[in-house]
């Protein structure tokens, strides 16, 4: 087992930044490539960014890249996305996911454990 807590979500204007961070607790964190995925009301859940176990490999998905930033700092068992210039479309809970393949995948069935989420709400 890998719990996964999310934080740093909340209210924000169109335009500003948001820092989100997960944090695991037991397990091995470097053992597993990390993602976020993100849902909004009504909507399926979406690929936002993934991370290689190593942190040197990013993937966003297409329409977000630019705008956020995934990181991750293995010393302190903590994934982060940097989320600027938010848009009103960006307003969803954000879950973070663990992945043991050594790359990470872009896909919910392929995550092994789930964040419960944080949720952004990005005001016009």
């Known amino acids: 087992q890998v719990p996964l807590v999310e934080s740093g979500g909340g209210l924000v204007q169109a335009g500003g930044s948001l820092r989100l961070a997960c944090a695991a607790s037991?397990?091995?964190?470097?053992?597993?490539?990390m993602a976020w995925f993100r849902q909004a009301p009504g909507k399926e859940r979406q690929f936002v960014a993934r991370?290689?176990?190593?942190?040197?490999?990013?993937f966003y998905a297409g329409s977000l890249r630019g705008r956020f930033t995934i990181s991750r700092d293995n010393a302190k068992n903590t994934v982060y996305l940097q989320m600027n210039s938010l848009k009103p479309e960006d307003t969803a809970v954000y879950l973070c996911?663990?992945?043991?393949?050594?790359?990470?995948?872009?896909?919910?069935?392929?995550?092994?454990?789930w964040g419960k989420g944080t949720l952004v709400t990005v005001s016009s």
């Open positions: 037991g397990g091995t964190f470097s053992n597993y490539a």
């Open positions: 991370i290689s176990r190593s942190g040197g490999t990013t």
């Open positions: 996911a663990a992945d043991i393949s050594p790359l990470g995948s872009t896909t919910p069935e392929a995550m092994d454990y």
